[in-house]
């Protein structure tokens, strides 16, 4: 069993049902980082800055932090290197078949989204709950200075199955 602290932010009336309701938002389609799920920033490094950066996106945005826990079976670490390589080599046998059934076009940008939203079908006896992957993630310095980089600096946690999410949550941020 593997547990993390995570922050996730969105707009205040979403994260105030979640706390209310037990009901946290899934982003959903090809488009994002990881597929279909719930994310969170990591608490180290630096998760809950990387969620008020975030949340510049938002209206009225509020984060609430979550313990995460996931048994060893369903999680996938892409920072641990023989969980790459299991990955890599699963999308190398399995990418073309993918892409078909997810109508995929080269508009439609990075596959990592589509890849794993469509891992449910391609590999049912296997499920995944968890993914956590290292990523660059903008920070306050990156939108002042109009920079990109490509090293990373936040762990971001796709949480695909709920009752990976620990409830209540240990807190709440405006």
Not at 8 to 22: L, P, R, T
Not at 35 to 60: C, I, S, V
Not at 70 to 87: G, M, Q, S, T
Not at 102 to 115: E, K, L, Q, R
């Amino acid at each position: 069993m593997r547990e993390f602290i995570g922050y996730h932010c969105n707009e205040a009336n979403v994260i105030s049902s979640a706390v209310k309701n037990g009901i946290y938002n899934t982003s959903e389609g090809h488009s994002h980082w990881l597929g279909n799920g719930t994310y969170y920033f990591e608490e180290e490094p630096d998760g809950l800055q990387h969620a008020k950066t975030w949340g510049r996106r938002k209206k009225r945005p509020k984060i609430i932090s979550n313990k995460i826990k996931v048994d060893d079976p369903y999680l996938v670490d892409l920072e641990k290197n023989e969980h790459k390589i299991r990955i890599n080599n699963l999308k190398r046998i399995s990418i073309k078949q993918i892409l078909e059934l997810a109508n995929w076009t080269p508009n439609d940008g990075y596959i990592d989204g589509v890849f794993f939203n469509m891992w449910d079908r391609i590999f049912p006896l296997t499920p995944i709950h968890v993914i956590r992957k290292w990523e660059y993630y903008v920070e306050d310095i990156d939108y002042e200075l109009k920079i990109r980089s490509r090293m990373d600096n936040a762990i971001v946690l796709c949480v695909r199955e709920k009752e990976c999410i620990v409830k209540p949550p240990i807190s709440v941020v405006s």
